[in-house]
């Protein structure tokens, strides 16, 4: 049972460029979100999705998007990176109002 | 802007003593979680109490929940070595979004 695994664990991209992070869950669960961790300011919701084909936006959704095919995968799409999206992100899935279930991280870099 | 607020942001003490975090939002939730993250992992679930519940407990950890005051404090018992870690609170205004406190960052000296 793998959980939340996203992909890649690290990334560094130059201002401009666009880069999908994957995120996939093995749990069935409805709920999916991704949010950024910037120092100091804890963890803030970027899109989120309750089922597949629904996605909604979260705090901080602007310079990305997101989509919801299926009930395991939930991409996060960054369409031209800049480097106030220098960030870890992080994915996660849940029932509804349930605990979230997160992946590792990704560590993202924009120069 | 995020909507839970943690206090203190940062607390340091020795291995034996007792941990209190606290938490503080704006509006009525649906329940409040805790969460820990040990440097640079991904968060993991502690405990969800709910809005109609005062207190619970798990393991060494008991959560109060008062939402006439809009708060919710986290005692870690008897503190390892193990236990220093950034630890959030989070909780479900509506339906569909959890929404995260700024943290506080535990260091337990041994």
């Known amino acids: 049972n793998a959980g939340v695994t996203q992909t890649p664990k690290f990334q560094v991209l130059k201002t401009g460029q666009s880069m999908t992070l994957q995120c996939a869950q093995d749990?069935?669960?409805?709920?999916m979100s991704w949010y950024r961790q910037d120092p100091g300011m804890g963890l803030r919701l970027i899109h989120y999705s309750v089922g597949a084909g629904i996605t909604d936006q979260g705090e901080v959704p602007n310079g990305y998007n997101v989509s919801r095919s299926t009930t395991e995968d939930f991409p996060l799409r960054l369409l031209s990176a800049a480097p106030s999206q220098t960030s870890v992100y992080f994915c996660a899935s849940s029932w509804a109002l349930g605990e979230l279930f997160f992946g590792e991280g990704s560590r993202l870099t924009v120069l | 802007s995020q909507q839970g607020e943690e206090d203190p942001q940062a607390l340091s003490i020795q291995e034996g003593e007792n941990a209190t975090m606290n938490c503080s939002y704006k509006t009525s939730i649906n329940n409040l979680q805790w969460y820990r993250q040990n440097s640079g992992r991904g968060l993991v679930h502690l405990i969800l109490?709910?809005?109609?519940?005062r207190e619970k407990h798990s393991g060494r950890l008991r959560v109060t929940l008062d939402t006439s005051k809009k708060s919710s404090s986290l005692l870690i018992t008897a503190s390892r070595a193990a236990d220093t870690a950034s630890y959030f609170c989070?909780?479900?205004?509506?339906?569909?979004?959890?929404?995260f406190g700024t943290g506080t960052r535990l260091t337990i000296i041994p």
């Open positions: 749990m069935n669960h409805e709920y």
């Open positions: 989070a909780m479900y205004f509506g339906n569909e979004k959890l929404t």
């Open positions: 109490i709910r809005s109609n519940e």
